[in-house]
Every structure is written in C-alpha cells, then in structure tokens.
C-alpha cells in the first residue's frame, strides 16, 4: 500500500495481499477521512482568522491549522515580525519585501581597475549570496612568461572575500588559444588571487588572458 503525495490518502497495489484488504481499506477510508477534515478546517472560523501574537515566542505557543496565517506584530527582535503561517507543524515566516530587499542586497557585482604589477585590464568580482564568480580580463603592455612551477599574484590579499574554507584544489583555468590549461588560478584563504604556471607559459605584449571561476566564500 502506497500514499498519494499531497494528501497521504493510502491506496491499494497490486501486489498487496488478499488477506490483509480489510485493514487496508479501512486505512484508505480513514486517509481519505483526515485529507477532508484538513480541507474542511481551513474553512472554520479558526482557520481563517489569523494568529495575531506580540512576539515570535507567543505564536509559536498556538497551534494552527494548516494553511493559517500567523502575525508577529511586535517582538524585540524586529527579524521576527511579520506574516506567518502555519505548516501543520510550526509557523514559518513568508517571505516579505524586506526579507526579498535584503537578499538582493546580498547580490553585488563590482569591477576592479588592475593597476598593480603592471597588470592592466579589469576583474569582475559578483556575489549573489556566499557564491562569488571571478572573471579576469588581463594584459600586460610588455612581453612575459612563466616557467613551470612559477607563482605571479594578480590581487593582493583582502581584494575577494575570503573562502569559506582553504581551496584544497585550486581552479584550473580554461584560457585562450595558446595557453590554454596552462595555468592554475588560486584564491587564497586571505581573499587574494595569483596563477601558477603547469608548463612554461609565454604571452606577448597586449595579450589577453582571460578566465572565470567560482568559490564559496565565508
């Protein structure tokens, strides 16, 4: 015996045993019993009148019915008031315009002008949560070049939130043309970025490495 997925009302298989339908199709009876009594509580007096409570502790005394709403109107924590309703467990919280201004706030995308070691060019730095993406689009005005092994910082340490933990397997980079997959791009635990070349790597004069990567940050 199975249940159906938004009421739970049980029903039969055809592999359930003969000599156990009467039990079964009093479980069925008694499912299809409770999904109405829900359905019909939400249309009591009790269950559309909303739970109005001065502070989040004294609402989640009162027991509701599914589907009811819940107010918090004035709790010292001022997080916690607001619309709820109740789950048929607890009452969650609705999501509000101050709750939904507060996430996109959380959302930000900076450009960061390179103006260190002779780098030039720009980084894109977005944060939408704890995820941040980095795209590098970089040049130097003269010739250089790594050799296998070597280390070259990009940013210095504090330019990126820092990651939420130590990256155990730096980002291998996806380039262009020449040196594709030749360099390895890490953030470091104090929020920096440097490459690390896997060969030898050469570029010329006003030539672009360009890459992105994505991090949880703290």
């Known amino acids: ?3 159906t997925p938004i009421y739970g009302i049980p029903y039969l298989e055809g592999n359930d045993l003969v000599s156990s339908a009467p039990e079964q199709f009093k479980n069925m009876a008694e499912g299809v019993e409770t999904a109405l009594n829900e359905v019909d509580s939400r249309n009591t007096p009790a269950g559309v009148k909303p739970a109005i409570a001065t502070t989040l502790e004294t609402l989640a005394g009162i027991t509701g019915v599914t589907g009811q709403t819940g107010y918090v109107t004035a709790d010292p924590a001022e997080g916690n008031n607001g619309p709820y309703y109740w789950s048929g467990s607890a009452w969650l919280p609705y999501a509000t315009g101050a709750m939904l201004d507060a996430l996109s706030s959380r959302v930000a995308s900076t450009v960061q002008t390179l103006a260190v070691y002779a780098l030039l060019g720009a980084i894109t730095v977005t944060r939408s949560a704890n995820v941040v993406t980095v795209h590098v689009e970089a040049y130097y005005n003269t010739k250089w070049s790594m050799n296998t092994g070597n280390t070259r910082k990009l940013l210095d340490d504090g330019k990126l939130p820092s990651p939420a933990v130590s990256l155990i397997f730096p980002a291998i980079v996806n380039g262009q043309g020449y040196w594709d997959r030749r360099l390895t791009a890490n953030i470091t635990k104090e929020g920096g970025l440097n490459i690390v070349a896997r060969t030898d790597v050469g570029f ?8 992105s990567l994505t991090y949880v940050a703290k």
């Open 204 to 211: 010329n004069a006003n030539e672009k490495m360009g890459f």
């Open 1 to 3: 015996m199975k249940t």
